[in-house]
């Protein structure tokens, strides 16, 4: 729903060196010596939702020269969800969810040199906001031996922050702030340059902010299938469980994202299997054996659970896995191979990872089933694709041939079943997914209103118009899920990626069963065809458990 035509505040900023601050400045783990610390410029309230910030600083990040006439444009280097440069700050209370890495060209080379700078998004770790990008921090890469080029402000890094205001406890609007780390001896006073370009940048964001607010819709709904303060109560349990693993991480990826966006996807399953299978007939799963004794600090270990366990697909660094299986949750993670964290995870984790390469086109062949390397995939277990990539169509595929109890799938990158997935796989998807069959016009236009309505439901507010491949993607997976038999639930998470929407199937729609089965074994057989799928192989050999290829 579009927002109601409101008229802009004027631009009220205030220096921060005026009174006591109501939030602190940034700190980081490295912020002694003095001159290494953030210090905050300028400040002025901003009363828009924060889910607008994203997608104003983009406009920051990728036209450098609406706010520099000494600048000609930015070329993106690289943008990544997943590896956060070390030069980029760690501040407390925030985890990095995204960097682009871009270069600055000035509009006089002969003058002014270019520069390489790290553009990074932070969303909160945890509390109302977590998940949710409220901070950008600029980071100069400053080639040994040289300086900044004129343009840039004698800072090491500059900080864009959304401070939100507790919705539950006040109605006062948020505050935006700019707060840099000033080299050695660089002036911050009123009259200083420094001062002054952090001042037109404010009102710059400020301007971003309100002009996507003219046209702002809704962007997602939190929160959907948990309540917000069951799902906190929970999380924070688990956090305290489980924080450790930040300073134990293996992996070469920052240990804060993915530390913390597992947990919290680990608490967003076990809350909804508790919900899903609490009438479920086969209670034999409820609780773990040897857990009957509850602990009050794990409420969840006589919780409902999948009562064939889970399967979570290309499980990457097993951290979900591990979690889970800690927890007395029995289940599968399963991979091409094996990565480093494995070997120091429990023994109990250590036995749920498996090396093994799946292979969907064996359900043509029933009979291939038996005794062979799919024995993961089992009636009633419940899949997880987790930003499962190339496998990410297949999840509702499977759990159809399957008879799976559910799954849950939080689509990253865009793949259908044998290719990558582009626009003109959403053009062509709506009559595969009507059977091939040719409506007439009344018809169309009655579906043409069933589609609006149903897109509307997945929860994608402003990008559910089809303008990014992301979103094409995402609805084009519900409609797969639906063409199937699911009944389409999705959720915005509670974790610290943009990439946090969720689609997850529970209940199946009403008809004959086997016509879903039917689509699925036809998709199978299509993949089959074009011959474009090939089962990858395993990389090395599975040091846990049986060998699988």
Known sequence: MAAPSVQRPRFNPSPCDVGPLHVPPLHTPD??????RFQPLVSCPIDVPLELFETAVSQLIHHPEYNSTLILRSETISDSETIMPISVPRPEGYSPVRNVHRKLLPRRPGRDTALEQH?????????????LSSMLILTPLIPEGESLPYYHPTVSHLAFRFIPSNTSTTSDPGTLRIEAVPFAGTPTDLNSRLYRTALALLETLYRYLWGVLTHYQKRVQHDVLIPREVYQDVYLKMREHHKELVNTWRETTDPLKHVFEDIGIATFLMLFWKDIFAASPDLGATAVQGLNDIDDGSPWKSWPRPSRGFLDLGCGNGLLTHILSAEGYSGYGIDLRARTSWAHYSESS???????????TQFLSPGINAGSRETFLRPGVFLIGNHADELTPWIPVLATLTSASGYLSIPCCAWVFDERFTRSSATSSRDFFSDNESPDSATREGEDEDEAAFIASLGLGVEGTHKSQYSAYRIWLARLSRWLGWKIECDTLRIPSTRNW????????PGDQSVFVERARRIVEGVVRRGAFKTRTPEGKDRYGDSHG
């Open 350 to 360: 250590q036995a749920a990872l498996k090396v093994h390469a799946l292979d969907p």
């Open 119 to 131: 553009c990074t998004l932070y969303a909160f770790v945890a509390g109302e906001f977590a998940g």
């Open 31 to 36: 912020s002694n010596p003095p001159h290494s």
């Open 502 to 509: 969720a689609i997850v199937g529970r209940e199946r729609l």
